[in-house]
């Protein structure tokens, strides 16, 4: 399966982006799909995942309250809206996939999109 990642962008604290992870294949509904995110000089870590029918949901505790994970298995769209950004919400988010398990670590997944940059200003 491949991924695109889209929706980044400049945003001051306090706004919302809706980023969307547009994947092609007919087995997308098959795949559980994550957000991870990577910021400087930080370590790359799982956002939001979500189950492949779209009935369950895992958030990281920083962004628990804000952010939401859905997804359209009909058109092969994951999508995290953000609100309330703050300025550590600054990364690049990326969106992945694994046919195998729901999980957080970054390493469970094999199929990564190319990310996309949101910046936080302050």
């Known amino acids: 399966v491949q991924l695109q990642a889209s929706g980044g962008g400049l945003v001051q604290a306090g706004d919302s982006l809706r980023l969307s992870c547009a994947a092609s294949?007919?087995?997308?509904?098959?795949?559980?799909v994550g957000w991870f995110r990577q910021g400087p000089g930080k370590e790359r870590e799982a956002v939001g995942v979500?189950?492949?029918?779209?009935?369950?949901?895992y958030y990281s505790d920083s962004v628990k309250g804000r952010f939401t994970i859905s997804r359209d298995n009909a058109k092969n769209t994951v999508y995290l809206q953000m609100n309330s950004l703050k300025p550590e919400d600054t990364a690049v988010y990326y969106c992945a996939a694994s046919g195998r398990t729901f999980a957080s670590r970054w390493n469970a997944y094999d199929y990564w999109g190319q990310g996309t940059l949101v910046t936080v200003s302050s």
């Open positions: 294949g007919r087995t997308f509904g098959s795949y559980v």
């Open positions: 979500i189950s492949r029918s779209g009935d369950y949901a």
